[in-house]
T-cell receptor, first 113, second 115 residues
Framework: GESVGLHLPTLSVQEGDNSIINCAYS??????FIWYKQESGKGPQFIID?????DKRQGQRVTVLLNKTVKHLSLQIAATQPGDSAVYFC????????????FGKGTLLTVNP | DTAVSQTPKYLVTQMGNDKSIKCEQN?????MYWYKQDSKKFLKIMFS???????INETVPNRFSPKSPDKAHLNLHINSLELGDSAVYFC??????????????FGSGTRLTVV
């Protein structure tokens, strides 16, 4: 079936290092992808998105890379800070007219001071 | 200035009871959603309404009944609560047809505990 999954369920980095969170998707028809950040006790918060006609998009300290050949998505966080500690989800638009987002399992990022 | 607000934030109730969770958004969005997040943090869509019309209805027990009185509100009523209903329920909204058509705004969640 269609699914979005993450390679690593947990990631621990030192403050100041760069972080890379990976995601694999299986629906080749997906045309839109989003990364969300969820802090403890809060709802998911939009970080950055990318459409399938792009392979890279940059934001403030974050970069999303899309490799459609291998159906792989990654989120890079530069100079990771303690405030970046959270669960990160990738989500894909499953296509069709329902505008349904399918979420991956999530990766817990812990930033050590 | 809360964009998507849910009430209550916490809900503890006994098995067999009926309870409701309310959601309101002040973003002018036309589409609202309910997601369920289990203990492993997995987020799964339950329902979606566009301009008060149901557009997504995943395989959810019919004990769950969403109601959308207007496009700014989407409530979730749950009958005969079971232990397995314990989870965090998130409301979200989006504006179809906009550039960020798929960018949801989430509420802060309702943690439901059935004992």
């Amino acid at each position: 079936g269609e699914s979005v999954g993450l390679h690593l369920p947990t990631l621990s980095v030192q403050e100041g290092d760069n972080s890379i969170i990976n995601c694999a998707y299986s629906n080749s028809a997906s045309d839109y992808f989003i990364w969300y950040k969820q802090e403890s006790g809060k709802g998911p918060q939009f970080i950055i998105d990318i459409r399938s006609n792009m392979d890279k998009r940059q934001g403030q300290r974050v970069t999303v890379l899309l490799n459609k050949t291998v159906k792989h998505l990654s989120l890079q966080i530069a100079a990771t800070q303690p405030g970046d500690s959270a669960v990160y989800f990738c989500a894909e638009n499953s296509g069709g007219s329902n505008y349904k987002l399918t979420f991956g399992k999530g990766t817990l990022l812990t930033v050590n001071p | 200035d809360t964009a998507v607000s849910q009430t209550p934030k916490y809900l503890v109730t006994q098995m067999g009871n009926d309870k409701s969770i309310k959601c309101e958004q002040n973003l002018g969005h036309d589409t609202m959603y309910w997601y369920k997040q289990d203990s492993k943090k997995f987020l799964k869509i339950m329902f979606s309404y566009n301009n008060k019309e149901l557009i997504i209805n995943e395989t959810v027990p019919n004990r769950f009944s969403p109601k959308s009185p207007d496009k700014a509100h989407l409530n979730l009523h749950i009958n005969s609560l079971e232990l397995g209903d314990s989870a965090v329920y998130f409301c979200a909204s989006s504006l179809l047809g906009s550039q960020s058509i798929y960018g949801y705004t989430f509420g802060s969640g309702t943690r439901l505990t059935v004992v």
